[in-house]
């Protein structure tokens, strides 16, 4: 998974950036990069390998003096990890530069096009395409240009671009892939994740499908894909700072697995009654639970191994046939799903639960139970439960299906 963070407002950019791409860290990453305003042009700064290298990057070339500016750690996909294909990227007249997470499926025929109109690319990148689009469509209106892109691209994605005509806002676009936004006093900030941004405010707004955010010191716009601005709640963090951090241990995956007894024992107690387990708040009925046919486990990465594990446990105990999926090839391969299926979407990133409820999203009722409260999931869920673990931790989704 790659990491966005971006930053506006009356501090010093770059320790704000490089901070938060620290916190990111445990998402993974091959390269990382910042883009920053400073004397009247967009400045990047980025390279293959490791934050250290990149704050050993920007140290050689001096302060840096900028109030404004994007950052991202890279996972690669299109193109092997490399200088040149490292984010951020920009456009050919160096005045858009954009950092991405997700894929943008049509890159090819965009960038096709977008070679016939005289740009020329660097990278192997589908981000370098954006930069290079949001050029070829920029007519003076961030936001106007930003309606423009999202018309066109497809596939999944998180953006945050920065236009050095405007160096007094950020745009951030969401699609599929987590944004959020951090609200602070006179500054506003953009992440992929709450633990970046956890060291400077509590207060968010949680981005929805095909929303642009127009990011300004002191204020933060979002717009729908019609231009029609949208009023939002704040989410209000409560947990600790700590949950984000690696606790003293070399590494959060070491950390995570020391936690687990306790994280366990928050997950099951308050479940846990006189008469036994307590389950009244998740409310599939006696029939539905009988009709349930076949269960669907899917989910990405190690949580794929968790939910083939489950798979021997349920059908052990339930005599229900399991299925297990990688949840991109759930999402590809047109799965039969019946009437009285259940699915259970096993995540720590939110991109199991956005795939299957895109795929599906008019025929399940869904169910959520989740310990990761960096993660906006009751917009998508009919319930949530938070156990209290705190931190990144997986996300339970319970999806039954009932009307197909």
Request: glycine content about 10%; hydrophobic content about 40%.
């Amino acid at each position: 998974m790659c990491g966005i963070v971006g930053y506006i407002g009356k501090a010093q950019a770059v320790p704000v950036l490089v901070s938060g791409l620290e916190k990111l860290e445990y998402r993974g990453y091959d390269s990382a990069g910042i883009s920053i305003f400073e004397n009247g042009k967009i400045e990047t700064i980025k390279t293959k390998g490791r934050l250290a290298d990149l704050e050993e990057k920007i140290a050689g070339e001096g302060e840096k003096l900028s109030h404004i500016g994007i950052g991202h750690t890279r996972w690669a996909t299109h193109g092997v990890p490399s200088h040149i294909n490292s984010h951020p990227h920009n456009s050919q007249n160096g005045k858009i530069s954009v950092v991405h997470n997700g894929i943008i499926e049509n890159y090819l025929e965009l960038k096709a096009f977008l070679k016939e109109k005289g740009y020329a690319f660097q990278s192997e990148t589908d981000t370098e395409v954006v930069a290079q689009l949001f050029e070829y469509y920029y007519n003076g209106d961030m936001l106007q240009t930003a309606r423009r892109l999202l018309e066109t691209i497809r596939g999944a994605y998180a953006l945050g671009i920065l236009c050095s005509e405007h160096p007094d806002r950020l745009i951030a676009v969401r699609k599929d892939c987590p944004l959020l936004i951090g609200l602070g006093d006179g500054e506003n900030y953009i992440a992929s994740d709450i633990p970046a941004l956890l060291e400077y405010t509590r207060e968010y707004y949680l981005l929805e499908e095909s929303e642009i955010a127009m990011l300004e010191k002191d204020a933060v716009h979002i717009y729908g894909m019609d231009g029609s601005e949208i009023h939002k709640d704040i989410f209000h963090v409560t947990w600790d700072i700590d949950a984000a951090e690696k606790g003293g241990y070399d590494y959060f995956m070491m950390k995570e697995i020391m936690e687990q007894p306790e994280a366990l024992k928050k997950t099951i107690l308050p479940r846990l009654a006189e008469n036994g387990i307590d389950l009244g708040d998740i409310s599939l009925t006696e029939e539905e639970i009988k009709n349930c046919g076949r269960i669907h486990i899917v989910a990405c990465g190690s949580a794929w191994h968790a939910g083939i594990v489950g798979k021997y446990v349920i059908e052990e105990v339930s005599r229900i046939p399991v299925e297990v999926d990688i949840a991109s090839e759930f999402r590809y391969r047109n799965p039969i799903l019946q009437k009285g299926d259940l699915c259970i979407i096993i995540t720590g990133a939110l991109y199991a639960l956005q795939i299957i409820d895109a795929h599906v999203d008019a025929h399940l009722k869904d169910y959520d139970i989740s310990d990761d409260l960096s993660m906006n999931l009751e917009p998508l869920v009919d319930y949530a439960y938070v156990p209290g673990a705190g931190g990144n931790r997986p996300v339970f989704g319970f999806n039954m299906s009932l009307k197909f």
